[in-house]
T-cell receptor, first 113, second 117 residues
């Protein structure tokens, strides 16, 4: 079984500032890692994913994340945020065979002008 | 791109009634769909895995007789909350697996907010 911890329930940040959303996971087997974004009244949209290879993964909208196996982390970063990045962000993990995702509790990114 | 349509987006019902939530894959065939539930400020929790043409697989602690799942076609899965009670009030969200072209992708519906009075 896996679990995902997103320690920050809310992250307020000013426009054009950098941001990091933290995600830690636990698993006894190899995993795939994902970040999803949910805008108001919309479904979850995939931002990026780590399956294998380079530990630095680049996604849509200028986001990137780095897989750190020793720290069991997959933190999401963006060097300069926009008002439009205001949304709920979910980190998720799945083992390589099961395909159903285990989600974190989400982090609300609030970008202020 | 591929879209998953989930309806209704919001439903309010009286205690004891049943509520059906639909999840449709609009431009791909989904042999597998997943149903999640999210309580306020908590994670999305997997309730069940729905496989087309066979019985759903429920997660531990999820009552299969209360949460009826039907996946009768490759584009539609339904979740029926039977005899709903206030503790069933939650946000329900589905996802559908697209295996078109050998690349596996998961797409999510926009969710259903269920409020049981």
């Amino acid at each position: 079984a896996q679990s995902v911890t997103q320690l920050d329930s809310q992250v307020p940040v000013f426009e054009e500032a950098p941001v990091e959303l933290r995600c830690n996971y636990s698993s006894s087997v190899s995993v795939y890692l994902f970040w999803y974004v949910q805008y108001p009244n919309q479904g979850l949209q995939l931002l990026l994913k780590y399956l294998s290879g380079s530990t630095l993964v680049k996604g849509i909208n200028g986001f990137e994340a780095e897989f750190n196996k020793s720290q069991t982390s997959f933190h999401l970063r963006k060097p300069s945020v926009h008002i439009s990045d205001t949304a709920e962000y979910f980190c998720a993990v799945t083992d390589t065979g099961r395909r159903a995702l285990t989600f974190g509790s989400g982090t609300r990114l609030q970008v202020q002008p | 791109g591929a879209v998953v349509s989930q309806h209704p987006s919001r439903v309010i019902c009286k205690s004891g009634t049943s509520v059906k939530i639909e999840c449709r894959s609009l431009d791909f065939q989904a042999t597998t769909m997943f149903w999640y539930r999210q309580f306020p400020k908590q994670s999305l929790m997997l309730m069940a895995t729905s496989n087309e043409g066979s019985k759903a697989t429920y997660e531990q602690g999820v009552e299969k007789d209360k949460f009826l799942i039907n996946h009768a076609s490759l584009t539609l899965s339904t979740l029926t909350v039977t005899s709903a009670h206030p503790e069933d009030s939650s946000f329900y969200i589905c996802s559908a697996r697209d295996r078109t072209g050998g690349n596996e992708k998961l797409f999510f519906g926009s969710g259903t907010q269920l409020s049981v009075l």
